[in-house]
């Protein structure tokens, strides 16, 4: 058999196939990242957090608010959901 049979090998270029590149960042060799670009989806990650925090899961209220809204007709207060427990204290 020839050594031609075949497919043929991928063309690999970082210059147009890296993420970074794709966007207009310079990437550095290897494994090393861009500063600035991690920074800025750091900052928009951490945005997006704290917006779903404040508008989706909004703030429940003092413990007394809770206490006057939650309690059932046994007197005894419903415990708070864990995720509106970690929102609260996250908002708060």
């Given at each position: 058999?020839?050594?031609?049979?075949?497919?043929?090998?991928?063309?690999?270029?970082?210059s147009?196939?890296?993420?970074?590149q794709?966007?207009g960042?310079?990437g550095?060799?290897?494994?090393?990242?861009?500063?600035?670009?991690?920074?800025?989806?750091?900052?928009?990650?951490?945005?997006?957090?704290?917006?779903?925090?404040?508008?989706?899961?909004?703030?429940?209220?003092?413990d007394?608010?809770?206490?006057?809204?939650?309690?059932?007709?046994?007197?005894k207060?419903?415990?708070r959901?864990?995720h509106?427990?970690?929102?609260?204290?996250?908002?708060?």
């Amino acid at each position: 058999m020839a050594d031609d049979v075949g497919f043929d090998e991928p063309e690999m270029s970082w210059s147009t196939q890296d993420f970074e590149q794709k966007i207009g960042f310079t990437g550095g060799r290897y494994t090393e990242t861009n500063a600035f670009f991690t920074f800025l989806v750091g900052l928009i990650m951490a945005t997006v957090f704290f917006l779903f925090l404040e508008f989706v899961i909004t703030d429940s209220g003092s413990d007394l608010e809770w206490a006057e809204k939650h309690t059932t007709a046994e007197g005894k207060v419903e415990d708070r959901p864990i995720h509106i427990f970690i929102a609260d204290k996250f908002i708060n």
